[in-house]
C-alpha cells in the first residue's frame, strides 16, 4: 500500500513557476514508478510526466516537455513536478500517481492517487 498527499498548488501568472510535491508513505516506494497527471473541469484525466523507480527513465507529454522536471527522491520518499514558463492551459487539478510496473500514459493503469491539488494560471 501506497499513500500519496499532494502539496504546492495555487494561483500563478502566466508564464510564472510552481513545484509541486508529492509525499508517500509505505515501505515500497522505491519499487514504484511515479506519475503525475492532471484534469480540468469538462475534461478526462491526462499524462503529464513519469519516472521510472529509479529515476533513470524520465516520460513527458508533449505539451509539457521542455518545460515541466519530474523528479525523486527515494530517501525522502517524494515526488516532485517543476513546472516553469506555465500557460492558462496548464490550469487543472493535478494528481500524483504510483504504479507497481513501468510506465503508462493511460491513468487506468495506475494503483495509486492522492488526493490532488488544484494549479490555476492566470492570464
Known amino acids: 500500500q501506497v499513500q500519496l498527499v499532494e502539496s504546492g498548488g495555487g494561483l500563478v501568472q502566466a508564464g510564472g513557476s510552481l513545484r509541486l510535491s508529492c509525499a508517500a508513505s509505505g515501505r515500497t516506494f522505491s519499487s514504484y514508478a511515479m506519475g503525475w497527471f492532471r484534469q480540468a473541469p469538462g475534461k478526462e484525466r491526462e499524462f503529464v510526466a513519469a519516472?521510472?523507480?529509479?529515476?533513470?527513465?524520465?516520460y513527458y507529454a508533449d505539451s509539457v516537455k521542455g518545460r515541466f522536471t519530474i523528479s525523486r527522491d527515494n530517501a525522502k520518499k517524494t515526488v516532485y513536478l517543476q513546472m516553469n514558463s506555465l500557460k492558462p492551459e496548464d490550469t487543472a487539478v493535478y494528481y500524483c500517481?504510483?504504479?507497481?510496473?513501468?510506465?503508462?500514459?493511460?491513468?487506468?493503469?495506475?494503483?495509486?492517487w492522492g488526493q490532488g491539488t488544484q494549479v490555476i494560471v492566470s492570464s
Open positions: 519516472a521510472s523507480w529509479s529515476g533513470g527513465s524520465i
Open positions: 500517481a504510483a504504479r507497481g510496473g513501468i510506465y503508462s500514459g493511460s491513468y487506468r493503469d495506475w494503483d495509486y
